[in-house]
């Protein structure tokens, strides 16, 4: 067999039935291999960049690891934004690109580029196959990387004459079957490991205001329940970053919902007031802590994590756990006495009673539309967001009860990111509803691949919410940069109805609050691509808000 097809095989061993990509020269023998391979899936999107975020979606929505495939030269870095939006938000995903011959490396050969060099700081690993007898051991190698400890891109860079020449057969077996099933993340329980767990169960018994802080890491080690437990036994709030909102059911009545700068009051004020801080796979990043200093300075903090490099990067602790948190958590479950600190949780109570997410519901509001689909699906959808205005809304008013059920670009914050990722989560989850959630300008960066959802006729509904402009640049020109409205109000020239007709989807348009409900239960009974345009009133904000670089306890939109 030919490299390529020795490459398929293996592929096949390992389980994976899907590949996001675009065919080109460099690429040829690969898809001259998938031509004739019926076990693996080929979704052909309209741009790379495209591929690279639907195997995204599609890795977050399943847990199992997305791969994207392109050509070389501009095919691979194509990919590169779809990769760095992974890296950030540690999402499992392999990136094969073509490559020119090796006799052509190094030469500026047309279409070459040096990919793992371009690559190499927004991957946990790259690397190029030279050696066609090391396809198998290599391929193993990339999935190996990109899903054991903290999941991550992997960048495999495959020269066209080393998937072009011949290779023996028998290959594909060697040491690849079962070879997913023999790698599992697993704590090595050491002496000074139970010891700091201990601690740990010392320090939550002797809280008396315990605030948990829940992130990605949940979602991803699988941790819900155990989160849940943990949560219920101590008695503790759960708050969530965007990357874990799904991480804890958003109507339990521990559930303080998102914290940082765009969260709720009551989880702010919970986590400034609280003595101990018990961090869960989260990252202390910028948009959570606001002004470092004083985030929860008065609390004793436990970081949970991992990743070793995470532990004390940006916020000091008391205690640092490298570990699974689902394997920490299940542990720590059996160590903390049953508590209920009931003088806390009625001031959290109040708060919530005080300080609740509100907006004003004449009109068409955003947040009214994403209360409905809420409503209507029971929170059982799947969410995709572009990024901006309405990912924040949809992060504070959609109700979430399943875990991978909100796909979003936390850390790189790539705009054109939700209808690829949609598309992704619903080939990787076809028996969900799956609802883009979308503000014209992000939509408009990636919107070709609506000919992508048509063409495979994955029925995805893109909730567009039109407001004519890049809503949060145009919020934060308003507060911050006295209403001086530079490039961020886009001209009332794009017709999002015939937009998506033409691309073979369905359009509709709704412009009174009263016609939402019956557009959305059409769009779904539909069962095929489908964008709404919103039309919305463009001075709509984002609140609370907490201004860059203040204490989180100090935020404006509350009255």
Not at 163 to 192: I, L, R
């Amino acid at each position: 067999m030919t490299g390529a097809e020795l490459l398929l095989r293996t592929l096949e061993e390992i389980g994976v039935d899907t590949i996001f990509g675009f065919p080109g020269g460099s690429a040829l023998p690969i898809y001259d291999a998938l031509y004739s391979n019926r076990k693996i899936r080929h979704i052909k999107t309209v741009h790379e960049q495209g591929a690279a975020h639907a195997a995204d979606g599609y890795a977050r929505a399943t847990g199992k690891v997305g791969v994207a495939l392109s050509t070389s030269g501009p095919g691979a870095t194509n990919l590169v934004t779809g990769i760095a939006t992974a890296y950030m938000d540690s999402i499992p995903m392999v990136a094969f690109t073509g490559q020119v011959s090796l006799s052509l490396l190094g030469k500026d050969s047309f279409q070459e580029v040096d990919i793992t060099g371009v690559t190499l700081p927004i991957t946990k690993h790259s690397f190029i196959i030279r050696d066609k007898n090391d396809i198998v051991k290599k391929v193993k190698e990339a999935f190996l990387i990109a899903t054991t400890g903290r999941p991550g891109p992997v960048v495999v860079d495959l020269p066209k004459d080393v998937m072009a020449g011949e290779v023996d057969e028998s290959n594909v077996k060697k040491d690849v079957n079962g070879f997913m099933a023999s790698f599992t993340s697993k704590q090595k329980v050491s002496e000074s490991w139970q010891k700091k767990l201990h601690e740990a169960a010392r320090m939550i018994d002797e809280s008396k205001r315990p605030v948990i802080y829940a992130g990605g890491g949940v979602v991803t080690s699988g941790a819900n329940d155990e989160l849940l437990k943990f949560a219920e036994k101590i008695g503790a709030p759960v708050t969530t970053t965007l990357m874990g909102i799904t991480g804890f059911p958003s109507e339990h009545p521990l559930g303080l919902g998102m914290l940082g700068m765009h969260g709720t009051a009551y989880a702010n004020m919970a986590v400034t007031e609280c003595d101990l801080l018990i961090a869960v796979g989260a990252r202390f990043d910028d948009r959570v802590t606001g002004k470092v200093d004083a985030f929860a300075s008065g609390a004793k903090k436990i970081h949970i994590d991992i990743d070793p490099a995470e532990l004390g990067k940006n916020v000091d602790v008391d205690l640092a756990i490298k570990g699974d948190v689902k394997s920490v958590l299940r542990t720590l479950v059996e160590l903390v006495s049953i508590r209920k600190p009931e003088g806390w949780l009625e001031q959290i109570r109040e708060w919530k009673k005080k300080y609740p997410l509100k907006y004003c519901d004449k009109g068409l509001k955003p947040q009214y539309v994403i209360e409905e689909i809420s409503r209507i699906t029971n929170g059982d959808a799947i969410i995709t967001t572009e990024v901006g205005q309405h990912q924040m809304w949809a992060a504070q008013f959609y109700k979430f009860k399943n875990p991978r059920s909100f796909i979003t670009s936390g850390g790189l914050g790539t705009m054109g990111f939700g209808l690829p990722a949609a598309i992704g989560a619903k080939l990787g989850k076809p028996d969900k509803v799956v609802f883009n959630i979308a503000g014209d300008g992000s939509f408009e960066m990636n919107c070709h691949e609506l000919i992508t959802a048509a063409g495979y006729n994955v029925p995805v509904i893109n909730i567009i919410f039109n407001n004519r402009t890049l809503g949060m640049v145009h919020q934060w020109q308003e507060m911050f940069y006295e209403k001086r409205f530079s490039h961020s109000e886009l001209p009332e020239i794009t017709d999002y109805v015939k937009l998506a007709e033409a691309c073979g989807a369905a359009g509709f348009r709704v412009t009174e609050k009263e016609d939402v409900t019956e557009t959305i239960i059409k769009a779904i009974e539909l069962n095929r691509p489908v964008v709404i345009d919103v039309r919305i009133d463009s001075g709509e904000m984002v609140m609370p808000m907490v201004p860059a670089g203040m204490p989180i306890n100090r935020m404006i939109g509350l009255d």
